[in-house]
């Protein structure tokens, strides 16, 4: 369980793909001398909830399986490459944005960005199969960053961001085109799919 709040990021060592499918991805991350995070521990990476499988000082390696590569833009990772990095949770933590499960429900476009105030308003398109979820001042994970939904529009949802999440995360470097993973709400996954079953 994470909250989104990031903290900490990670350079891409290598992203290799595996012959059977699937891809070992090393990155050299902030925060192991503080965190100090142990094989089998969960690691959001981009919003990614995935277990490290080896530690050798500030580099932790990750098995990424194919679902995982299907279903984020973990495997257009590239060496030199930045991302985001929370460590799960601890029992007494302060929980200052939402759950967040690192359980990605799908990927996005950056539509436009435009300054605002002292920080940015970003538009990410917002697939149909998706639209019922994502609702004006909804939680949203963005590359594994808890924020609030600013407003909706047809096929589109806007983000606005504060300097600080611009600095702290990757966010402030996502070009137009460029992909995101989104997690929904979880309560909002679960509402809509209770609805669905319900009408059945």
Same mark, same amino acid.
């Given at each position: ?42 690691? %959001? ?44 949770? &601890? ?21 436009? &960005? ?12 917002? %697939? ?65 799919? %209770? ?6």
């Amino acid at each position: 369980m994470f909250s989104g709040l990031i903290g900490y990021r990670a350079t891409v060592v290598a992203n290799d793909v595996l012959p059977g499918g699937g891809a070992t991805l090393r990155l050299r991350c902030e925060g192991v001398g503080d965190e100090r995070p142990e094989v089998k521990d969960s690691i %959001a990476v981009n919003g990614v909830c995935l277990t490290a499988t080896r530690i050798e000082g500030e580099t932790i390696s990750f098995d990424v399986i194919p679902e995982t590569l299907a279903r984020s833009t973990l495997g257009t990772l590239r060496i030199g490459d930045q991302a985001n990095i929370e460590y799960s949770l &601890r029992i007494g933590d302060r929980m200052g944005g939402h759950f967040v499960y690192g359980h990605v429900d799908t990927t996005a476009r950056v539509l436009a &960005r435009t300054p605002e105030g002292q920080g940015e308003r970003v538009r990410i398109e917002r %697939a149909s199969a998706f639209e019922p979820t994502i609702a004006e001042k909804a939680f949203i994970s963005v590359d594994g960053v808890s924020l609030t939904v600013a407003s909706v529009g047809d096929g589109w949802f806007e983000l606005a961001l504060i300097p600080e999440t611009l600095a702290r995360t990757t966010l402030g470097e996502r070009p137009v085109g460029s992909a995101v993973n989104i997690e929904i709400d979880p309560l909002a996954r679960y509402v809509v799919e %209770a609805v669905r079953v319900r009408n059945l």
